[in-house]
C-alpha cells in the first residue's frame, strides 16, 4: 500500500507527533506546526495519534493513490480535488485505487494535513519520522520536502476485514470552532518570558501595545515580527534551552518566535512566550498579517492544553 | 541560588545562579540525575541542560508544574549537601589531526606557531557546556585565551563533517558538514552520533583532544574532503 507524489507542491514533509525527548542531544522536535488540525485528521480516521500525516504548506500538492483506503484532509482550505470533484475536508472521506488528489494555493491559512488510514511510513529516527529539514532527518528523503516521484508507503495496520467494515461516519464531520479566514489581524496570547524584567518598562509596553506585522520570511523554525524595535539593547545571554513559541529579542530590537524546527538552544534575551494555542494560531496566519501579543494567564492555559490533550487522548 | 521560571503551559526554566563555572556544571549534572531518578521518565518529555539552566518540558496530563516544582527543589536540596567530589564526570578522548584552514589565522591572532597552537588546544581539559547547535554538536570550554579566537567574519558556507573549531573562548566539533564561522583546527575521526543518532557525548562530560597524525587519522576511519588535500 503506498501513495505517490505527482507533485510535492510548495512544501510539503511527513509529520508525527515529533522527535520528543533528545533535545539534549541537539535534535529539534518538529511535528505539526497547526497540532489540533493534524489530531482531527488522524481522529476522524480513527487513526492512533502517533499516526504520521503530510503537513501541507501553501499547497499545489498532487497525489495518487495505489490501493483503496480513507483519508481525511483538514486545515487550511487549498480546493482540495479528489479527481475532478471537490474534496470535502473535516472528514473522513473513502478513495479507490488510482484517485488523485490535487490542491491549488491556500486562500485563507497556510497549512493543511492529510492523514491516512494506518498512517504514512517514514524514515524513523529516535522514535520519529517528523521531517526537521535543517537536521537532515524524518519524512522518506531525510527530512527534505516531498517531491514528484517519492512513493510513500502506510502503514497496513488495519486488518483487510476491518478495511471492509470501516464505515465513515458522518456525525463524526467535524467544524472548526474557528475557521482559517483571511483575516489580516490575530491577538496571540503570551507569558512572560525568562528575562521579561531585562527589558525596559516602556520596552514591556511597546512589545505588548503595538501590532506587529508577521514577516515573509517566518518558517517552520521561527516567525519574524517586524514593527518599532525596542531599545533595551540587551547583550546576547548565556545559551538556554528553548521552548516551543520562546520570543527572542536579537540585537535588531525585533521579536522572532521560535517554532516547531528551533535550534534547541538560544542565547537571545527572551521577552515572551507564545501559549501553545498561539503557535497553532501562528501556523496559519499569512505573511503581512498584523499581530498583537497579549499577556495570558499561565493557569488558565494550562487547563486548555490538558483539555486539548484529553480529547484527542494524546500523552 | 535556584530559579524556577515557568515558559509555556508545559515547559519550565530551572536557573542555577547568574554565575557559570565548573563547579555549577558539576551541580547541574547532579541535579539531572537527582531529578531522573525521583521522576519517572513518563512524566518528563525533554531535560535539556545547557550552561547554567536547565530547560524541562514535562507531560502535564501526568504531573502538574506545582508538583514538578517540589521534586525540583526536593532534587536540589539533595545536592547541595553533597561535595563537588561525588560528582562523576566522564572523560572522552578525542583524535583530531590538526590540519584545518585557519591554523595559520589562530597562530597569527595568539602570535604563536602553529605547534604552539595545536599544544595548547590539545593541552586543555575541556567540559561539555551544552550540545545544540546542531544535532550532536558540543560547546567545550574554556579555551586557553591566548589562542581564543573570533569567529570568521563571512561564515564558510561548508564545514566539513568532524571539523574541530574555536570561536572566542569555546571550542567544539561540527558533527555533520554545514555552514559555519567557527576557526577550524582540525579533523576528528570519530562521529559524534552513532549509528542510531545517540550523542556520544554528554552536557558535564570531560574532553581531551589528542593530536594524531595522517595516517592514524586516516586509519581511525577519517576521511579527507577535497578542502583538506
Not at chain 1, 100 to 124: D, H, N, P
Request: with cysteine; charged share 15%; hydrophobic share 40%.
Amino acid at each position: 500500500m503506498s501513495i505517490s507524489i505527482l507533485d510535492g507542491g510548495i512544501f510539503s514533509q511527513i509529520q508525527d507527533l515529533g522527535r520528543v525527548g533528545h533535545g539534549h542531544s541537539g535534535f529539534s522536535q518538529g511535528g505539526p506546526m497547526d497540532l489540533p488540525a493534524a489530531c482531527w485528521a488522524n481522529y476522524l480516521l480513527d487513526n492512533n495519534n502517533h499516526c504520521a500525516v503530510i503537513e501541507i504548506t501553501l499547497g499545489q500538492l498532487s497525489l495518487q493513490f495505489n490501493q483503496d483506503t480513507v483519508i481525511a484532509l483538514c486545515g487550511a482550505d487549498m480546493a482540495p480535488r479528489l479527481n475532478k470533484q471537490a474534496l470535502v475536508m473535516w472528514q473522513a472521506v473513502p478513495v479507490k485505487a488510482g484517485d488523485m488528489l490535487s490542491m491549488k494555493t491556500c486562500q485563507a491559512g497556510m497549512r493543511a494535513y492529510l492523514a491516512i488510514k494506518g498512517g504514512f511510513v517514514g524514515q524513523k529516527v529516535l522514535g520519529s519520522v517528523a521531517s526537521v529539514m535543517r537536521d537532515r532527518v524524518g519524512g522518506v528523503n531525510q527530512g527534505q520536502p516531498l517531491q514528484k516521484g517519492d512513493e510513500i508507503e502506510v502503514n497496513s495496520s488495519l486488518k483487510g476485514k476491518a478495511m471492509q467494515s470501516y464505515n465513515v461516519a458522518p456525525e463524526r464531520a467535524y467544524q472548526r470552532g474557528y475557521h482559517y479566514t483571511a483575516k489580516s489581524w490575530a491577538k496571540l496570547a503570551v507569558f512572560k518570558g525568562p528575562q521579561w524584567h531585562l527589558f525596559s518598562q516602556a520596552d514591556q509596553d511597546l512589545f505588548l501595545n503595538q501590532y506587529y506585522r508577521l514577516e515573509q520570511s517566518s518558517n517552520r523554525m521561527a516567525a519574524s515580527f517586524a514593527g518599532t524595535p525596542l531599545t533595551s539593547g540587551i547583550a546576547g545571554i548565556v545559551s538556554q534551552g528553548i521552548t516551543l513559541g520562546a520570543i527572542q529579542v536579537p540585537p535588531s530590537g525585533l521579536p522572532v518566535a521560535l517554532l516547531n524546527d528551533r535550534q534547541t538552544l538560544g542565547g537571545y534575551a527572551k521577552i515572551a512566550n507564545l501559549s501553545q494555542g498561539a503557535c497553532w494560531r501562528l501556523a496559519q496566519l499569512p505573511p503581512g498579517c498584523q499581530v498583537q501579543f497579549e499577556l495570558a494567564d499561565i493557569t488558565q492555559a494550562q487547563q486548555q492544553v490538558l483539555q486539548f490533550q484529553r480529547f484527542f487522548q494524546l500523552n | 541560588m535556584l530559579a524556577i521560571h515557568p515558559l509555556n503551559e508545559t515547559s519550565l526554566l530551572v536557573t542555577f545562579g547568574d554565575q557559570f563555572d565548573n563547579a555549577t556544571l558539576d551541580l547541574i549534572g547532579l541535579f539531572c540525575h537527582q531529578l531522573k531518578s525521583r521522576c519517572p521518565a513518563r512524566l518528563l518529555k525533554e531535560v535539556l541542560p545547557s550552561y547554567n539552566t536547565v530547560m524541562i518540558e514535562y507531560h502535564i496530563d501526568r504531573i502538574s508544574f506545582d508538583q514538578l516544582h517540589q521534586l525540583i527543589h526536593q532534587s536540589y536540596l539533595s545536592i547541595v549537601q553533597l561535595s563537588p567530589s561525588q560528582s562523576e564526570t566522564r572523560l572522552v578522548e578525542l583524535p583530531v589531526f590538526y590540519m584545518g584552514p585557519d591554523l595559520a589565522r589562530i597562530a597569527n591572532h595568539a602570535n604563536m606557531s602553529v605547534e604552539q597552537v595545536i599544544q595548547c588546544h590539545s593541552d586543555t581539559l575541556y567540559r561539555v557546556y551544552a550540545i545544540g547547535f546542531s544535532p550532536g554538536f558540543p560547546y567545550l570550554g574554556e579555551v586557553d585565551p591566548r589562542i581564543a579566537t573570533p569567529r570568521l567574519t563571512s561564515p564558510r558556507k561548508q564545514v566539513a563533517a568532524g571539523s574541530v573549531g574555536i570561536a572566542d573562548n569555546q571550542t567544539g566539533i561540527y558533527p555533520n558538514a554545514s555552514p559555519g564561522g567557527w576557526n577550524i583546527l582540525g579533523l576528528c575521526p570519530h562521529a559524534l552520533l552513532d549509528n542510531d543518532y545517540q550523542c556520544r557525548l554528554q552536557v558535564g562530560d570531560q574532553v581531551r583532544f589528542v593530536p594524531i597524525a595522517q595516517d592514524e587519522f586516516l586509519h581511525l576511519g577519517g576521511q579527507l574532503g577535497e578542502e583538506f588535500r
